[in-house]
C-alpha cells in the first residue's frame, strides 16, 4: 500500500466516547455493549426493511430515507433502543430504489453517516441503497469454483482493474471497468491475446484484485468519470460494497454488484480463480469516517495524547482488538466470500491486525470452504497494540493457515528497495546467498542458518515485483548503469524464474511477465493511467519473455517436487549444492506426489561471464530448461554461458 494523507489534528472525545460514564476504551465497554446478532444493517424483504444499527453512545438514533443519490431527505423516523447498545426499525412497504442513512445524536451533536453494514450504495458512496440483492445475480451465477489442492499449488497474478484495459490498444471494450476482465477473444497488437485471454493463457491459477470495494471520493469521484483519474484504491469508505467508478453506471446501485459478479464467474469459468485485495488496517478518514461518526472513538486506535495510531501511515489504524470492530471484519470477509463467490483475500498492511482477528477469518473461513487463500502484508509496524498481538511476520507461529510477502527474499533478489542504486543477487551483489535459499525453501526452519519466519511452506509467499515500489524492471535499470539490455533482461527472467522454482506460493505483478515498466515511477497510485497501464504494445514486443513466463508455470504445474507440501518434506528432498560464487544450487531428490522426475537438479547462476557445476553422481541427468542462456550438459558437469537458470532431470 501507499501513504496517500496527510495527518489532521489530535481530537479529544471527551464525554462523546462514553456511555453510562464508561469510555468505549475501557475493556468494560465490549464487556457491557458489544452485540453478537447477525442482523446488523438492513435486512431487505419486499414487504418490509428491517435496520438494525449499533451505536451505544447515542442518546438517539433516527433511520434517514431519500428518493435519490442526492437532495433533501424524504423522511426521518425515530429508532427504538434496544440491547446491548442497538438501535432497530422494521418500516414497512417497499422501499427498494430507496437510499438511506442513520443520523445519531451524542451529546448535543447530530451526527449523519452512512451504515457502515450498508450492501449498496449511491454514487461516491455517501448513502445506503435499498435493494434486492437476489435481482444482482447475473443470468449465469454458479457456485461452482475451478478445482484447487494446497496453497503452495497457487501461482497469483495481481491486478489492477483499470490497468489491465485502458491501454488504447488493449482491444477490450469496456475499458477500465468490471466487464473489461470478464470479455474474451480480445486481441492487441499484431494479434496478441490481451486481458482475460492472456492471462488465461499464462497459466496462472489466481488473479488477484486491487481493491475493488467502494473507495473515497477524494481519490476518485464518481461524478466525473469523464475527467482523467486513477487510484490504487487503498482509502476504503464502504467496505461491503463495490467501487462504483469500475461500473458501466455508477448511478445504477445494482448494476456495480451485477457486473462484478460477472466478471467474477467469467474469471471462474476460465478456470481463475479470484483473490480480493482488502484493506481492514486503516479507513480513508478516522475524522469523517462513517464509525466515528456513530461511534465516537471505539473503531480506531488512539496514542495516549489523543492523536489517532499511524502505523498505517494514513493517520488512522483500525482498532482491530476491539470486538465490534474485529466482528465486522469478520462478518465482511465472510460477505465477501458467501455473496461474491472471491476465492482469498489478501490483507493489506495485516501486521497491524490483531492476531485474534485473523484467527478467527481463517477459522470462518475453513468452516466455509478450506481451500480459500489468505495471505497478507506481515510487516512489523507501530501501532498502539502490543508487538506480540499483531499478525505481523515474527508472530506468524501463531498463524497457521495464512501466509505473508516475503520481503527478505525479495530484496536479496533484486536489491532493497528502499536503495535504488543496490543491486541484488540477480545482478551480481555477493553475500546474498544465503537469504535467497531461505526463500527457495519456501521461509521454514530448513536448517541451523537456513530459517525464516514459517512454519509451513504455505505461510510463504515468494514475490520479487507487486504494485508498491519499483517495478523489477525499475529497479534493474536504476541499480545496473551501464549494464547491457540483454544481460538486464536475463536479470529480469532470473528472478521470475526464482519466484516460480521455489518452494512456499508464487506471485506475479501483472505485466511482469513482459518485464513492465512504470517509467521509474515508485509509488504510482495516483498517477496517470499511461504510468500504470498494462502496455499491450510492449506485451507483444516481448513475446518471448511471455512465453518464458508461461514455459516456468506450465513446469512448476508439471513437478510436484516445486511445491511440497510440508516443512519436513523440504527438509527431506530438498538439497542445497555446491556451486560457484554468483550461482545457487540445489536438488530435489526421491520426492513424492507422481512426479515424473525421480530427481531435479536446479542452477541460477547470475555471472554474466557464465558458470560450471559439477553435477551430483546420483544418475544420468538430462536438461529441462537450458535454452536462455545456452546449457551445455557434458558427463556430470553442466555448463552454462550467462546469466539465467538451468534445469536437469532423471526419469
Known amino acids: 500500500m501507499s501513504v496517500q494523507r496527510e495527518m ?12 453510562n460514564g464508561i469510555s468505549v476504551f475501557d475493556h468494560e465497554f465490549d464487556d457491557l455493549f458489544s452485540y453478537d446478532g447477525t442482523d446488523l444493517g438492513l435486512t431487505y424483504r419486499p414487504g418490509y426493511s428491517e435496520f438494525c444499527l449499533w451505536a451505544p453512545t447515542s442518546q438517539e438514533a433516527e433511520l ?11 423522511q426521518r423516523l425515530p429508532m427504538n433502543r434496544e440491547v446491548r447498545g442497538t438501535w432497530r426499525l422494521t418500516v414497512r412497504g417497499d422501499l427498494a430504489g430507496k437510499f438511506y442513512t442513520y443520523r445519531v445524536r451524542i451529546g448535543e451533536q447530530w451526527n449523519e453517516a452512512v451504515d457502515p453494514y450498508a450492501r449498496a450504495v449511491g454514487i461516491n458512496g455517501d448513502r445506503g441503497a435499498i435493494l434486492d440483492m437476489e ?12 478445482p484447487f489442492g494446497d496453497p503452495v499449488d497457487a501461482v497469483i497474478y495481481e491486478l489492477h482493474l483499470r490497468d489491465l484495459s485502458i491501454h488504447p490498444q488493449s482491444g477490450i471494450v469496456h475499458k477500465g471497468q468490471y466487464l473489461g476482465l470478464a470479455e474474451e477473444g480480445t486481441r492487441g497488437p499484431g494479434g496478441i491475446p490481451t486481458g482475460l485471454d492472456h492471462i488465461a493463457d499464462l497459466g496462472v491459477t489466481h488473479v488477484q484484485l486491487l481493491p475493488v470495494n467502494d473507495y473515497s471520493t477524494e481519490s476518485v469521484d464518481e461524478n466525473r468519470l469523464d475527467q482523467p483519474h486513477y487510484n490504487w484504491g487503498y482509502d476504503p469508505k464502504n467496505y461491503n460494497t463495490p467501487e462504483g467508478s469500475y461500473a458501466t453506471d455508477p448511478y445504477v446501485p445494482g448494476l456495480r454488484i451485477k457486473e462484478l459478479k460477472t466478471m467474477i464467474q467469467s474469471l471462474h469459468d476460465r478456470g481463475l480463480r479470484v483473490i480480493m485485495d482488502v484493506v481492514y488496517n486503516h479507513v480513508y478518514d478516522g475524522y469523517r469516517v462513517n464509525f466515528t461518526k456513530l461511534v465516537p472513538g471505539y473503531y480506531l486506535r488512539y ?3 489523543g492523536s489517532l495510531s499511524d502505523g498505517s501511515g494514513c493517520g488512522n489504524d483500525v482498532a482491530t482488538e476491539r470486538v465490534m470492530m474485529s466482528r465486522f471484519i469478520v462478518e465482511s470477509v465472510l460477505y465477501w ?10 490483507f493489506d498492511l495485516m501486521g497491524l491486525i490483531d492476531i485474534g482477528t485473523m484467527t478467527e477469518i481463517r477459522r470462518r473461513l475453513d468452516e466455509l470452504d478450506p481451500t480459500l487463500l489468505m495471505i497478507g502484508e506481515g510487516w512489523v509496524m507501530d501501532t498502539e497494540l502490543p508487538v506480540e498481538q499483531l499478525a505481523s511476520l515474527n508472530n506468524a507461529g501463531l498463524l497457521p493457515g495464512i501466509g505473508h510477502f516475503n520481503d527478505g527474499f525479495r530484496d536479496a533478489v533484486k536489491g532493497n528497495i528502499f536503495g535504488y542504486e543496490l543491486t541484488g543477487f540477480i545482478s551480481g551483489q555477493s553475500g546474498l546467498e544465503l537469504e535467497v535459499k531461505r526463500g527457495i525453501a519456501g521461509g521454514i526452519a530448513y536448517s541451523r542458518e537456513i530459517r525464516q519466519f514459517a512454519d509451513e511452506p504455505q505461510q510463504n509467499v515468494n514475490f520479487v515485483e507487486c504494485h508498491d515500489n519499483h517495478t523489477l524492471w525499475d529497479k534493474i535499470l536504476l541499480s545496473t548503469e551501464g549494464e547491457t539490455e540483454e544481460n538486464r533482461r536475463a536479470m529480469h527472467r532470473l528472478a521470475s524464474a526464482l519466484v516460480l522454482t521455489s518452494q512456499g506460493i508464487p506471485f506475479l505483478h501483472a505485466g511482469q511477465e513482459f518485464m513492465r515498466t512504470k517509467d521509474g515511477v515508485e509509488n504510482s497510485y495516483k498517477s ?13 514486443a516481448r ?11 506450465a513446469l512448476r504445474k508439471a513437478h510436484p517436487a516445486f511445491r511440497l507440501r510440508s516443512a519436513e518434506a523440504i527438509r527431506k528432498h530438498l538439497v542445497f549444492e555446491k556451486s560457484p560464487a554468483g550461482t545457487l544450487a540445489y536438488t530435489l531428490r526421491h520426492h513424492a506426489g507422481g512426479d515424473a522426475a525421480q530427481h531435479l537438479f536446479v542452477l541460477y547462476n547470475s555471472n554474466p561471464q557464465g558458470a560450471v557445476v559439477d553435477l551430483p553422481l546420483i544418475g544420468e ?6 535454452d536462455k542462456p545456452a546449457a551445455k550438459l557434458t558427463g556430470s558437469r553442466l555448463a552454462v554461458d550467462g546469466i539465467g537458470m538451468a534445469i536437469l532431470a532423471i526419469q
Not at 434517514?64 to 424524504?74: K, P
Not at 541427468?621 to 537450458?626: E, F
Open 621 to 626: 541427468w538430462s536438461l529441462l530448461i537450458g
Open 337 to 346: 466470500a458467501k455473496e461474491y463467490h472471491i476465492d482469498g483475500f489478501r
Open 64 to 74: 434517514v430515507l431519500y428518493d435519490s443519490w442526492q437532495g433533501e431527505a424524504a
Open 8 to 19: 489532521k489534528e489530535p481530537v479529544h472525545y471527551g464525554d462523546l466516547a462514553s456511555t
Open 303 to 305: 496514542r495516549p495524547d
Open 528 to 540: 496517470p493511467v499511461e504510468i500504470n497501464w498494462l502496455d499491450w504494445e510492449r506485451c507483444a
Open 543 to 553: 513475446k518471448e519473455d511471455v512465453a518464458y513466463i508461461k514455459q516456468l508455470i
Open 135 to 146: 435481482k444482482t445475480n447475473p443470468q449465469r451465477w454458479t457456485t461452482d469454483k475451478p
